[in-house]
């Protein structure tokens, strides 16, 4: 049995690691450290589990339905049915965001509303369910689906972010990347521990640097262990080896077999944009170098051609359906606006769309005409005094935004794609900020994953983190993420964030 001490630097007493690849009759238990993949399919197959037991007993103890083999094979799409109704109603509430789902509070919340409305919505599906004419049977479907599920989610809540769930994670980098990563993680969900709801426990940084030995990085010290980097990962009996290095092609040879070597002895290994986008749903444009393959796709695929014109598909059939939507509320707009404030019902502001051509985007009028009569294009506040009183209420609703269905049709805009920006702020953010213009790859949208998941930007630092969340969608879009994102929409318009 070969033994190695290792003395960590900022720590009183040597870490004893034994090499397991030397231990005779070794047996590998299971790990219980669960990964983001493996969280979110245990939520959802214990909720999925929860609902349709809830219909089974309901109609076990309200009517004669047995349970057998037979039986289900022979219903079984109702049960089918059911998990997909359940699925839409979660993607709806949120109840698959990790770090929301670490709050017992949030996640009950969530959880319940999902439950409720999948309940309510099952009920009025006809054919592919079973007959709930009874109020009985619908109130003890609702009660047992609102007590399982909820109670559920308290138990992950209060379990599953314990220490011993958690993914260990050995940062090697602990300068401006590494920072960032550790920072970010802190300031995911407003909870007493920094890494929450994520899965993850930032166990150790490892750096070269002096200044830096020593120190504490939000809590976790800083190593110099890079020479026996294998060692101290064992040692640490950490999950994953994070490369926080943004030039990560001038690593040095030594570093580069040692991080080898890891992956080799079945640790896995990833790098900071790539954990960073996976936990936040964002891409670090700060931290990614000259690699464009971690910002746009670079392969044109058939998958990729058959979801373009899918979503072209949907977009025209949303965007009729939107422009009557327009039509009967555009008299009311131009009522209300000719009291409080006379002067055009639409309002037209030049933005740029795919392949940084400019458009016409049209919106209903919520600013005082000539908002900007000297010219000068000018964020816009929470509290801006051009917002007529209609106005105000447009845009925390978002339906301001309706009219642009009008620029869906025409093809200069879809449905779901990064906001389309202003030439004026366009023209200096991408001078400042890496791979602005990545955005414009695709076609511009009235809504998006940026605006699901931060709130109304009016500054160049929101741009750049909303810019981070654009990018995310270029590089992941999907039919998937277009339903998720239109779910996640309508709460935020119910909600009154707008401005």
């Known amino acids: 049995m070969s033994v190695e001490t290792i003395r960590l630097v900022g720590t009183p007493n040597p870490v004893t690691s034994v090499r397991p690849w030397t231990r005779p009759f070794h047996i590998s238990l299971p790990s219980l450290r669960l990964r983001v993949s493996e969280r979110k399919l245990l939520l959802f197959l214990v909720d999925a589990l929860l609902i349709n037991g809830a219909l089974l007993v309901a109609l076990v103890l309200w009517t004669d339905f047995v349970i057998s083999a037979e039986m289900l094979l022979a219903y079984f799409r109702w049960f089918v049915m059911l998990t997909l109704v359940w699925l839409l109603c979660a993607l709806f509430f949120d109840c698959y965001d990790l770090a929301r789902a670490a709050s017992t509070p949030h996640s ?38 609102l007590g399982g599920i909820a109670g559920w989610r308290a138990v992950y809540a209060q379990i599953f972010i314990q220490p011993w769930f958690e993914q260990r994670a050995l940062v090697v980098g602990a300068g401006i990347a590494g920072r960032r990563l550790a920072a970010a993680l802190k300031t995911a969900p ?94 670090p444009v700060d931290h990614l170098g000259r690699d464009l393959h971690m910002v746009v796709p670079m392969e044109d695929t058939a998958v990729e051609r058959f979801y373009g014109a ?35 019902l639409f309002y037209r502001q030049q933005r740029v769309g795919k392949g940084s051509r400019c458009f016409k985007m049209l919106k209903f009028r919520s600013m005082v005409p000539d908002a900007e009569g000297d010219g000068s294009a000018v964020w816009a506040d929470e509290d801006d005094p051009r917002v007529t009183p209609v106005g105000r209420w447009l845009r925390r609703t978002r339906l301001d935004e309706l009219p642009q269905f009008i620029n869906v049709l025409r093809g200069e805009m879809s449905l779901i794609g990064p906001r389309p920006e202003r030439p004026e702020f366009t023209d200096n953010l991408a001078r400042t900020v890496p791979f602005y213009r990545a955005r414009h790859a695709v076609r511009p949208g009235i809504t998006g994953w940026a605006q699901v998941r931060y709130r109304y930007g009016n500054s160049a630092e929101d741009a750049e983190i909303k810019l981070e969340y654009d990018l995310y969608y270029v590089k992941h879009a999907s039919l998937f993420l277009d339903l998720r994102i239109l779910l996640l929409t309508i709460p935020v318009m119910l909600q009154f964030i707008g401005y």
């Open 310 to 344: 899918a979503k072209r598909g949907y977009d025209l059939i949303l965007a009729l359906v939107g422009v009557l939507v327009v039509g009967i509320l555009a008299p009311f707009v131009a009522l209300g606006n000719a009291i409080t404030s006379p002067g055009p």
């Open 108 to 145: 009950v919340r969530s959880s319940s509303m999902a439950a409720l409305t999948a309940v309510l919505v099952y009920t009025l599906i006809p054919f592919l369910t079973p007959p709930l004419q009874s109020r009985g049977l619908i109130f003890l479907f609702v009660g047992l689906a």
């Open 190 to 283: 407003a909870e007493a521990n920094p890494f929450r709801g994520t899965g993850y426990q930032l166990v150790a940084f490892v750096d070269d640097n002096p200044d830096r030995i020593g120190t504490t990085i939000e809590g976790v010290p800083v190593l110099d262990e890079r020479g026996v980097l294998v060692s101290l990962a064992q040692a640490l009996e950490v999950d994953e080896v994070i490369l926080a290095i943004t030039n990560r092609h001038a690593i040095a040879d030594d570093l580069f077999d040692a991080i080898l070597r890891c992956r080799e002895l079945g640790l896995r290994v990833t790098t900071m944009p790539a954990l960073y986008e996976r936990l936040l749903g964002r891409v």
